[in-house]
């Protein structure tokens, strides 16, 4: 049974940062594309970033761009979220999602974590 399971979730101020990890129990790691969703309240679930399976390749949506950060550490099983400048509209649920198609992931993730809750205040 494929788990992931987020960290880092919580209350900052606007302006502040945030890091999010998720840890992967797929083995190896490094066969699997990795990214994250959010989730606002009364909202569709949305793209915010996703990365390749060696890392090389990284891509992001609009409303994050610039300011947001992914990477990942294949030894540690491990992607991670970088959350800078953060706005009140950066207020969501935030998901851990694989696929092994870095391709794929943006819109049809395979595996889904619980979330951890971002947020923002103004």
């Known amino acids: 049974q494929v788990q992931l399971v987020e960290s880092g979730g919580g209350l900052v101020q606007a302006g502040g940062s945030l890091r999010l990890s998720c840890r992967a129990s797929i083995r190896p790691f490094s066969s699997v594309a990795a990214g994250w969703f959010r989730q606002a309240p009364g909202k569709d679930r949305e793209f915010v970033a996703g990365i390749s399976q060696s890392g090389s390749a990284t891509s992001y949506g609009d409303a994050v761009k610039g300011r947001f950060t992914i990477s990942r550490d294949n030894a540690l099983n491990t992607v991670y979220l970088q959350m800078n400048s953060l706005k009140p509209e950066d207020t969501a649920t935030y998901y851990c999602?694989?696929?092994?198609?870095?391709?794929?992931?943006?819109?049809?993730?395979?595996?889904w974590g619980q979330g951890t809750q971002v947020t923002v205040s103004s």
């Open positions: 999602t694989t696929h092994y198609s870095f391709a794929i992931l943006r819109t049809t993730p395979e595996f």
